[in-house]
């Protein structure tokens, strides 16, 4: 059997990881806080007939030797964690981190998240949690009689309660940091959770040690940039397609084969 039908397949197979990391890429371009992700891959072993070196004679070696390549496989997908655009929405409880850091979040069951989607609400006990009613950590609790809500660029919380003029600090927001944010383990949802790969989660205060500084009033958009998108999904499209044809191509050899007669 031709080994090219088997080497084409690998790369088409290749090629339909790349198109569909590209497709999650354009799926997300307007989700907050989402980060774009980048199929990577690597050759496969060679199929050595002839060593480099080999010696052809007393006196002269192979200067390249024989190896056929057997294709490729996908080696990572990995998530790219440059910044978004800043959009401005006016929302007190709309906040984004220009620079490093993510918002640390609990689950119900009391497992740490973290996001990068600063698009907060109140619940009904006046606690701030995103759109699916996480609680941010630490916890933030606005009183019920707050008619300003201000948060600065270090994560300073205050508010303006009714009949006071002057405002009063409630809390304090946080960052945490990894030494590998692409070794975090994406649960959807925008959010992520630690593993061995990202390393442990260094928390700190916005605008020192590494960490970004927090924007009221903004949210962070997706970094997928579409015209980038597009033309991976051409490339990848194209690359598959040629790879069908030298399976197509093979074939009609092996046609041509069975239908030698002596």
């Known amino acids: 059997m031709m080994q090219s039908l088997y080497t084409a397949s690998t790369g088409m197979l290749s090629m339909q990881t790349q198109i ?12 907050i806080g989402f980060k774009k992700s980048r199929a990577e891959f690597a050759d496969l072993m060679y199929k050595v007939m002839e060593y480099a070196g080999t010696s052809t004679s007393d006196v002269s070696k192979s200067p390249t030797g024989i190896e056929a390549g057997l294709g490729s496989r996908p080696t990572a997908i990995n998530k790219i964690f ?16 220009t620079g490093r850091g993510f918002f640390k979040l609990e689950l119900p069951d009391g497992t740490e998240v973290y996001s990068r989607n600063g698009a907060f ?42 009949g006071q003029t002057q405002a009063t600090q409630i809390g ?20 992520y959770i630690e593993t061995d790969s990202s390393g442990q989660p260094v928390e700190g205060t916005p605008g020192s040690d590494g960490l970004g500084v927090i924007r009221q009033g903004f949210v962070e958009l997706s970094n997928v940039e ?5 033309t991976d999904l051409i490339t990848g499209q194209r690359a598959y397609d040629s790879n069908s044809k030298v399976i197509t191509t093979s074939d009609e050899m092996l046609q041509t084969v069975n239908g030698l007669k002596r």
């Open 20 to 31: 569909d990391t590209t497709a999650n890429n354009i799926a997300n371009v307007n989700t």
């Open 226 to 230: 579409l015209v980038v998108e597009l």
């Open 172 to 191: 304090k927001l946080s960052l945490t940091n990894f030494v590998n944010p692409a070794g975090l383990h994406s649960m959807g949802d925008n959010l």
């Open 82 to 97: 440059s910044e978004g655009s800043l959009k401005q929405t006016d929302n007190q409880l709309d906040i984004a981190v």
């Open 121 to 162: 609400k109140i619940d009904a006990n006046g606690i701030v949690v995103n759109s699916d009613g996480y609680k941010m950590v630490p916890e933030i609790v606005i009183p019920p009689d707050a008619t300003n809500i201000s948060i600065g660029t270090d994560g300073t919380v205050t508010v303006v309660q009714t």
